[in-house]
């Protein structure tokens, strides 16, 4: 249980800010079939005590309703009482910010990030060179590599978290879950976004490219 007192002004700038995101991501296409959950937690941080709202269980995330999001707390239970469902992944959004202290974290499916998980499962990583946007993530080095790490995915997620807890790295602010989709995540609203864009260009080039050179072998 969170002991915190959040200011009303507070909540209703968290929900504003997930409704004007819900809204763009689902202008792209990025929450097919009601997928994806969203979050971004209000008041202090402590580890052993935050909260944060996030996308209600299994909605139509293309349309709004006066149910879509709720609040909980660090250990993913409703702040207050509701007849509301937090999102079935709320578990992997409690680790993320125990782990990284971070202000919102976004996760989407799409067709690139879940055939690339699978096809760099086996390095458990997907390889970055040079691209540009790298620089998404505030990686300025010249011709920058990265590896993004991929996690385990199981129907049942309290299972997924020990992973996340072993594989996330500080200056990745993201991670793969295997044939599923993709958890990013940054200070507040405004960098998680960026975070989670510049993934998905960077799964779309790497797929692309590595298409074009299969077929030049
Ligand atoms: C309907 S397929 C996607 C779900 O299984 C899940 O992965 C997901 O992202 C959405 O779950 P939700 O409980 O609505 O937050
Ligand atoms: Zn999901």
């Not at 202000?103 to 799409?110: E, L, T, Y």
């Not at 995915?153 to 790295?169: C, G, K, Q």
């Not at 940054?186 to 998905?200: D, I, M, P, T």
């Amino acid at each position: 249980m969170s002991f915190q007192q959040i200011a009303l002004e507070d909540k209703q700038r968290a929900l504003s800010e997930l409704q004007e995101v819900k809204e763009l991501f689902a202008s792209r296409g990025w929450f097919p079939g009601t997928s994806g959950n969203l979050s971004i937690r209000v008041g202090d941080f402590n580890p052993n005590d935050f909260q944060f709202a996030v996308t209600a269980s299994g909605k139509d995330k293309t349309v709004h309703t006066p149910e879509d999001y709720l609040f909980v707390d660090q250990d993913g239970k409703p702040c207050e009482a509701t007849r509301l469902k937090p999102s079935a992944e709320t578990l992997i959004h409690c680790e993320i910010y125990k782990l990284t202290g971070a202000g919102a974290i976004f996760h989407i499916h799409s067709v690139f990030n879940s055939v690339i998980s699978e096809y760099f499962w086996d390095r458990k990583s997907v390889p970055v060179d040079g691209v540009e946007l790298i620089k998404g993530f505030n990686i300025w080095d010249e011709e920058a590599h990265i590896d993004i790490p991929i996690v385990s995915n199981f129907a049942h997620i309290p299972s997924i978290v020990p992973e996340i807890t072993e594989r996330i790295v500080k200056h990745i602010p993201g991670v793969l879950l295997r044939k599923h989709g993709i958890y990013a995540w940054g200070a507040n609203a405004f960098e998680a976004k960026r975070h989670l864009e510049a993934f998905e260009f960077i799964f779309e080039y790497v797929y692309r490219l590595e298409l074009l050179q299969r077929g030049n072998r």
